[in-house]
């Protein structure tokens, strides 16, 4: 306490009452939408009206730079700025109290880009670029107008953006999370890294001054894993330099149009990429995406792709939050020595050589595979529960008498089996996500294929 009111002489950062959210707004810490670099969000309750809102809460301890402070600061006036534009998330206000700083906004409930796909699937039993079109001109009808503004995102990927509700007719798809978004009105030059794996454009990654070509190119991205349903380039080698693929299936049944407009969107140097304007402009999405389906793989892709192995990241996050302070004291110790500038999350380089500097003899291509293990949020460094998550087995404290807390913490009704249901209330009190394909990641462990995982599958899983 004595540290944070240190930072914040006089208390705010806003300039608000410290006690004003809690008079207005009662938070559901039960109920987590997501989980950042920063802040995490969850479901709060207006006392006046009874209404539901999402509220992102960063805490002020996290906040130990002047620039970090000021970031808060933008991305409010930012949301600020985009007050009625009905393609953007809207604020509803923003308040903190004397441990964190709230954002209050819509709470936008009807799920992810790759949930209306399926949703499509389930309404005419297909799945064609024509659709696939009408989802894009979602995400570039937002950048338009982020970008007409003098914004960049600066952090497009799926996840960031959400459908207004659960009416499949009338949801509106918007823009969220403009906590890496800057406004360039001032000619501000823009160099540091923000790293969403997949989605970061080459000039990012060369460490150069960039502009709104960024979200071109991570929306270019998006439109490549809408038509084929996996990414065009799986690391930071292929993004700087690997020809992009629009030859092996099933690009020879995807219209040449489609394939016209990635190229002009993925091309490396950003003086030659479309504007947010151009594509919308773009003759694949006014006219000519076809309404011939897309091959059924491609949907079995998009399901995939958004799946990785959910249980055991989550078992893992069940053990580490289940573990005591005595027994993770090292890992503390540790997380502490590589965090060299104590900014309370790790980058690549600070894992690489405070690893080395401990004395690991751990290789580059591990290094590489931890942190990109670790990384569950997928920002581009490790926060601390997610180290604690990610090394604890190296340390053995993924024991026998854990692996049961865990399994116990998964099996609601304690019958000796984690079912589907057990799953998607687990992922949802974690804040994990959506619950796609669980009967997929299920069918995966589940080894006598009853349809649910026991013990023994259990142990199996995360010991692979």
Not at 7 to 23: A, I, M, Q, T, Y
Request: charged letters at 30%; aromatic letters at 8%; a negative charge.
């Amino acid at each position: 306490m004595g540290f944070v009111s240190k930072l914040f002489r006089g208390g705010s950062l806003l300039g608000k009452p410290l006690d004003e959210f809690k008079k207005l707004y009662k938070l559901n810490k039960k109920h987590v939408l997501g989980e950042g670099g920063f802040g995490t969000t969850y479901i709060c309750e207006e006392r006046s009206t009874g209404d539901t809102y999402a509220c992102k809460c960063i805490p002020k301890k996290k906040l130990k730079t002047e620039d970090l402070k000021e970031s808060v600061k933008t991305e409010i006036r930012i949301l600020e700025l985009f007050s009625g534009v009905p393609n953007i998330v809207q604020i509803k206000g923003s308040y903190e109290d004397q441990n964190s700083v709230h954002i209050v906004m819509e709470w936008c409930n009807g799920g992810e880009l790759f949930q209306k796909i399926e949703a499509v699937v389930k309404s005419h039993g297909y799945y064609t670029e024509n659709d696939a079109a009408g989802i894009f001109r979602s995400i570039m009808e937002a950048l338009q107008v982020i970008h007409s503004s003098n914004v960049i995102h600066r952090d497009v990927k799926p996840e960031n953006f959400l459908f207004s509700s659960d009416d499949e007719e009338n949801a509106m798809l918007k823009a969220i999370d403009f906590g890496c978004s800057v406004d360039i009105k001032q000619g501000r030059e823009v160099t540091d890294q923000i790293k969403s794996k997949y989605y970061v454009a080459p000039e990012v990654l060369e460490g150069k001054s960039h502009g709104k070509e960024v979200d071109i190119w991570s929306a270019g991205v998006i439109l490549y894993i809408l038509l084929c349903g996996k990414e065009p380039f799986a690391n930071d080698h292929e993004i700087k330099s690997k020809e992009l693929d629009l030859h092996s299936f099933p690009w020879g049944g995807i219209s040449p149009p489609a394939h016209n407009l990635i190229k002009k969107m993925l091309k490396r140097d950003p003086k030659e990429r479309i504007s947010a304007e151009e594509v919308l402009e773009h003759s694949w999405i006014t006219t000519e995406a076809p309404y011939k389906p897309l091959d059924n793989i491609v949907v079995t892709r998009l399901k995939q792709f958004q799946t990785m192995n959910k249980i055991k990241k989550l078992a893992l996050k069940v053990i580490a939050e289940s573990l005591s302070e005595e027994q993770i004291k090292d890992l503390k110790t540790n997380f502490e020595d590589i965090d060299t500038d104590k900014s309370g999350s790790i980058t690549y380089e600070e894992l690489k050589t405070g690893l080395k500097r401990l004395g690991s003899k751990i290789s580059e291509t591990e290094v590489k595979q931890l942190m990109e293990a670790a990384d569950v949020d997928g920002n581009g460094t490790i926060e601390y529960n997610e180290f604690i998550t990610a090394t604890m087995q190296r340390h053995g404290l993924v024991r026998e008498e854990n692996l049961r807390k865990a399994f116990r913490h998964l099996d609601k009704d304690n019958s000796g089996h984690i079912t589907k249901e057990e799953l998607e209330i687990a992922l949802k009190e974690h804040g994990m996500g959506d619950e796609a394909c669980l009967e997929k990641i299920i069918s995966e462990v589940d080894k006598d294929n009853d349809g649910k995982i026991d013990y023994e599958e259990f142990c199996a899983m995360m010991g692979g």
